[in-house]
């Protein structure tokens, strides 16, 4: 009887221990360069600029599922910078006014990102696409993990991703998935933009914790895309002969 209690209990600690791995959260630091190149845009204003921006973004996961958006009270101020006789104004944007949560379903292979455009909410439906990624035997110790490479290369993106297979679930930041562990650091086009997992927590998650989003009508990126293009046109024409960019990460 002692030695069936003994063996059923470790048989439900080892359960709970598989299963905890395969849910909880990942906090990022997200770094992108701000290299902007325009004509005519003196060096006074160019030093205003700042060289990147650093954001905090939390991954949520579990039941094949993963939400990932900024974390509270984590988010950067935009930059607004006017040159002084007003020919120019450089507007970036690092998060809109509606909550940036990005909703991925593995099982239903399905993607619903809410995202807004000058504080309107949209919720934009996508397939959840396969990524071809090159598997590497390059590894590294990060953050108490053992972590592997992998390369993502098409004509325009080139991608290093670090990914553990401690953490046996297909989720990532932002864009990336489908490695056979959790990426815990991401490297875009040699540092334009970078992830890096700050804190890793494995833990049963609340329910509404991996709730998709429901704010805003539902469009397609094509759809969003076109949206965009129209609102910054009205915005340049309602500023006459202001040149303005908006960078939306």
Request: hydrophobic fraction near 35%; proline fraction near 3%; charged fraction near 30%.
């Amino acid at each position: 009887m002692k030695s069936t209690l003994i063996f059923t209990t470790l048989v439900f600690a080892f359960y709970i221990n598989i299963n905890a791995q395969t849910e909880g959260s990942i906090v990022y630091s997200e770094t992108f360069k701000l290299d902007l190149q325009i004509e005519g845009m003196d060096d006074s204003m160019k030093e205003m600029i700042p060289q990147s921006q650093t954001v905090k973004r939390e991954l949520f996961f579990g039941n094949n599922q993963s939400v990932f958006k900024t974390q509270k009270g984590e988010g950067v101020d935009d930059v607004d910078i006017s040159s002084d006789d007003g020919s120019f104004e450089i507007v970036i944007m690092i998060d809109d006014a509606v909550d940036n949560i990005l909703y991925k379903n593995m099982k239903e292979k399905a993607i619903i990102h809410q995202k807004g455009i000058m504080g309107k909410p949209f919720l934009v439906i996508d397939d959840l696409k396969r990524i071809k990624w090159k598997i590497t035997p390059e590894k590294v110790k990060y953050l108490g993990y053992e972590c592997q490479k992998a390369v993502l290369e098409t004509n325009d993106v080139f991608v290093i991703a670090w990914f553990t297979s401690q953490i046996p679930v297909q989720v990532g930041p932002s864009d990336y998935h489908g490695l056979p562990g959790a990426i815990l650091m991401v490297n875009v086009n040699d540092g334009e933009v970078e992830f890096k997992a700050t804190k890793v927590d494995l833990r049963t998650l609340d329910e509404d914790m991996l709730q998709a989003p429901k704010k805003g009508k539902e469009i397609t990126e094509e759809e969003y895309q076109s949206i965009q293009k129209e609102k910054e046109s009205e915005m340049t024409q309602m500023h006459g002969r202001r040149e303005r960019k908006e960078i939306r990460n």
